[in-house]
């Protein structure tokens, strides 16, 4: 779902929406095939006899697949990270959401890192740091790590530019 519109202030526009990597998905995948695999064995094993192991069984692969496969897909599905002309904005949640925004004057560095594999997988954590109270931005499992540095950086400059021009930055 994009970023709501009426969430953007006058003049403010989006440059970038992502979610979080697809590799986050790669952990709830395989338990999704390792719980459906050993529920089916299960039952077949020891279901037949007892039906009441039977639903004990599928109440279990059913808890695992709330916390172990749902869930995770559902943080995933409903976590945006927007880049705008103007700030940087973080928002998760399934029910209770959260967010968090950086105004894009505010950003005195931006770094990342990655390990081998994010590296690989084309993904990694974007650390930025502000000149606010509020610290650090650190955002997990960015696509592009290293494009959206870039990215953030040159939005910084425009947004500088803009401040100056519209007489709020002094020089």
């Given amino acids: ?6 969430l953007l202030t006058d003049g403010e526009r989006i440059e970038r929406e992502m979610r979080p990597h697809w590799r986050s998905l790669v952990v709830p995948v395989v338990l999704l095939f390792v719980i459906v695999f050993v529920a089916s064995y299960s039952m077949s094993r020891w279901g037949d006899g007892k039906p009441w192991l039977g639903w004990v069984i599928l109440l279990a692969a059913g808890v695992a697949l ?44 931006v770094h990342f890192r990655y390990t081998v594999v994010e590296r690989v997988l084309g993904c990694g954590t ?35 530019e803009r401040r100056r021009r519209d007489g709020r930055f002094p020089e």
């Fill in 1 to 6: 779902m994009p970023y709501p519109q009426k």
């Fill in 126 to 160: 974007l650390i930025v740091e502000s000149a606010g109270e509020s610290g650090q931005l650190e955002i997990a499992a960015v696509p592009h790590v290293e494009l959206v540095q870039r990215e953030i950086f040159r939005l910084h400059e425009l947004d500088d």
């Fill in 66 to 109: 709330l916390m172990w496969v749902i869930s995770p897909f559902l943080r995933w599905a409903t976590s945006q990270y927007v880049l705008t002309n103007r700030r940087i904005i973080v928002r998760n949640g399934v029910v209770a959401r959260q967010g968090r925004d950086m105004p894009l004057g505010r950003v005195n560095d």
